[in-house]
């Protein structure tokens, strides 16, 4: 049973950063794939950043330059390192893990999700 347990949100004034972690039990991090999404409520969730356990990276355009994902094989935690953050970053955010196909950003691909960890930017 693989389970994610989520870190790290909290409030920050914009041009902030946090970083969150998720930690992996039931499952080796170093051979799942994994991501991060992020949910307004009343709105979809949104594809945040993804690691393929190949070690392939990306993200989406709202964050490219601001947020890094990475991933600690030895403490089997995935990371996301937030800076310059915004009100428009305001979410629940969600890790998720899975070794399914498709398009990364579909909630769909990934089997295994976190409880979430809130991240509130003040402008």
């Known amino acids: 049973q693989v389970q994610l347990v989520e870190s790290g949100g909290g409030s920050v004034q914009a041009g902030g950063s946090l970083k969150l972690s998720c930690v992996v039990s039931?499952?080796?991090?170093?051979?799942?794939?994994m991501g991060w999404f992020r949910q307004v409520s009343g709105k979809e969730r949104e594809g945040v950043a993804f690691?393929?356990?190949?070690?392939?990276?990306g993200y989406a355009d709202s964050v490219k330059d601001r947020f890094t994902i990475s991933k600690d094989n030895a403490k089997n935690t995935l990371y996301l390192q937030m800076n310059n953050l915004s009100s428009e970053d305001t979410a629940m955010y969600y890790c998720?893990?899975?070794?399914?196909?498709?398009?990364?950003?579909?909630?769909?691909?990934?089997?295994?999700w976190g409880q979430g960890t809130q991240v509130t930017v003040s402008s």
């Open positions: 998720a893990a899975g070794l399914g196909g498709g398009a990364w950003y579909n909630p769909g691909r990934w089997a295994y």
């Open positions: 690691r393929m356990w190949g070690g392939a990276t």
């Open positions: 039931g499952y080796t991090a170093s051979t799942i794939s």
